[in-house]
C-alpha cells in the first residue's frame, strides 16, 4: 500500500468517525425530546409497595385481628408503619380522566405536568337520576361502600417509585358501548361473556342475550375496545361514560379458569400452555401428554402460576384485576361482584338507562352441566397444594384480595 492509499485510508476513517458522532449526538437529543403524542399517551402509574403478608398477619395479630381482610380498617392497617412519612401518594401519580393543557402537552419533560395531579382522581358521585323504585336502596348502600373502599385503598397504599407505561395499554381490556355511554373492563371468569351480551344489546347488534353465542361473544369482534379510538376519544370517555368493573374472588376465579381450560376440551390451552406446562413440571411424562397437553393437574397448573420462569406467559383468564384494568389509576364508578352479579348488574342496567326488558342473563355461558366453581370446590382443590404452594398462591393474588376487599382464605 502506497502513501496516497494510506492517507485516502485515514481519511475515510476520519470521515467515518465524524458521521458517527453526529448521528449518536442527533439520536440522543431525539430521546431527550418527547413529541406531542407521545407525551398524550405516557403517563406515570404507581408501583403499589404493600407490605407483604407474612407483615399482614404480624400486624393484624398484634391487634387481635383475624389475618385477611375483614373490613376496611383491617385493609388499610399498618400504613403509617410500612410506608413511614414517605405515605405522599399526590406527589407521583396522574389521573387518567384529567385532560392536559396544551401548555402540558408540548413540555419537553415526560413528567413535568404529573407535579401537581392527585391520584386517585375524585370519587363523584353516581348519576342516579334514571333509577326507579325503592328496590335498589341496598344494593346501592353496598355499592357506596365498595367505590369508598377502593378509593380509600388507593389512596393508602402507594410508593415514590415509579413505572412508566403507556394509556392505550391501561385501556386494552376496556369495551365500549356508545349509545349509553358505558365502559367495562372485562375480567375473564367473572361474568364476562355474558356482560358482552348485555353491550352487544344495548349498542342495538343484536335483540336478545340468548340470541348470541358463545363464538360471537368472543371471537365476532362486534365490540370495540378503547384503546382502538384516538386519545380525544380515549380521553372523552373516560371523562363522560360510565366506567364499570366486575371482580370475583381471586382464587375462586383462579379455580374456575383452571377447570374451563384444563379440564374440558380446549383447542388453544392444551397445546399452547399444557403442553409446556406438563414438559417442565410432570416427571416422566408419557408422549401422549407430552404430544397433547391434556390432563394438566392443578398442582402443575400452581406451580407454573408462581414460577418466574413460566415456559410460557401469562394468560388474561388467570391474570391479576390489578394489572388488567388498573382499578387505582382508572377511576371506576360501578364495582360488581361475581357473589352478586345478578342484582349488581342489573342495578348498573338501570343507572345507564337500559331498555326496561333487557335483564342480566342467568345462563352459564359453557359447560352448563358442571357446578358452579364455589368456595367449597376451592376447597377441594386447594387440597392437592403444599402449604407452602397454597400460602404463595394467596400471596400472587394479594393485591386483589386487598383492593376488593376479599377475605383470605384459610390456607
Known amino acids: 500500500m502506497n502513501l496516497r492509499q494510506v492517507f485516502v485510508s485515514l481519511l475515510m476513517f476520519g470521515v467515518a468517525g465524524l458521521l458517527l458522532f453526529v448521528y449518536l449526538q442527533a439520536w440522543t437529543e431525539e430521546q431527550n425530546t418527547v413529541s406531542g403524542e407521545k407525551l398524550q399517551q405516557q403517563i406515570t402509574i404507581q408501583d403499589f409497595m404493600l407490605p407483604p403478608p407474612a407483615m399482614q398477619r404480624k400486624v393484624a395479630q398484634s391487634r387481635h385481628i383475624r389475618p385477611g381482610l375483614g373490613g376496611q380498617e383491617v385493609a388499610i392497617m399498618g400504613s403509617q ?76 397504599y402507594n410508593s415514590m417509585k415509579k413505572l412508566r407505561t403507556h394509556l392505550v395499554h391501561i385501556v386494552s381490556r376496556i369495551y365500549v358501548e356508545d349509545r349509553h355511554k358505558v365502559l367495562y373492563c372485562e375480567v375473564p371468569k367473572a361474568g364476562c361473556s355474558n356482560w358482552k351480551r348485555v353491550l352487544m344489546v344495548l349498542n342495538g347488534l343484536a335483540t336478545s342475550v340468548r340470541n348470541i353465542s358463545h363464538d360471537d361473544v368472543h371471537y365476532g369482534k362486534h365490540l370495540r375496545k378503547l384503546d382502538s379510538y384516538d386519545l380525544k376519544g380515549i380521553y372523552t370517555r373516560l371523562n363522560t361514560y360510565t366506567k364499570t368493573i366486575f371482580v370475583r374472588d381471586p382464587l375462586e376465579r383462579l379455580v374456575s379458569a383452571f377447570r374451563d381450560k384444563f379440564e374440558h376440551p380446549n383447542s388453544y390451552y392444551h397445546p399452547v400452555f399444557g403442553k409446556a406446562i406438563i414438559k417442565k413440571y410432570r416427571h416422566n411424562a408419557n408422549g401422549e401428554a407430552l404430544e397433547t397437553g391434556s390432563g394438566v393437574k392443578f398442582k402443575e397448573f400452581i406451580q407454573y402460576l408462581l414460577d418466574s420462569h413460566r415456559p410460557v406467559g401469562m394468560d388474561i383468564h388467570w391474570e391479576q384485576v390489578s394489572k388488567l384494568c388498573y382499578p387505582c389509576l382508572i377511576n371506576y364508578d360501578f364495582i360488581g361482584k361475581f357473589e352478586t352479579l345478578e342484582e349488581d348488574a342489573n342495578y348498573f342496567l338501570q343507572l345507564v338507562g337500559a331498555p326496561a326488558e333487557l335483564k342480566f342473563p342467568r345462563f352459564k355461558d359453557r359447560h352448563s352441566s358442571d357446578e358452579r366453581t364455589s368456595a367449597e370446590v376451592v376447597r377441594q382443590y386447594l387440597k392437592e397444594l403444599s402449604e407452602e404452594e397454597r400460602q404463595l398462591t394467596y400471596d400472587f393474588y394479594y393485591l386483589d384480595y386487598l383492593m376488593f376487599n376479599y377475605t383470605s382464605p384459610i390456607v
Open 81 to 156: 408503619q410500612w410506608q413511614g412519612k414517605d405515605d405522599a401518594f399526590g406527589a407521583v401519580a396522574v389521573s387518567l380522566v384529567s385532560g392536559l393543557s396544551d401548555q402540558q402537552k408540548i413540555s419537553k419533560s415526560p413528567f413535568s405536568q404529573f407535579k401537581e395531579v392527585y391520584l386517585p382522581p375524585m370519587l363523584h358521585p353516581l348519576n342516579k337520576t334514571l333509577v326507579t323504585g325503592d328496590q335498589w336502596k341496598d344494593v346501592d348502600s353496598t355499592q357506596e361502600k365498595r367505590r369508598s373502599f377502593l378509593y380509600e385503598f388507593c389512596k393508602k
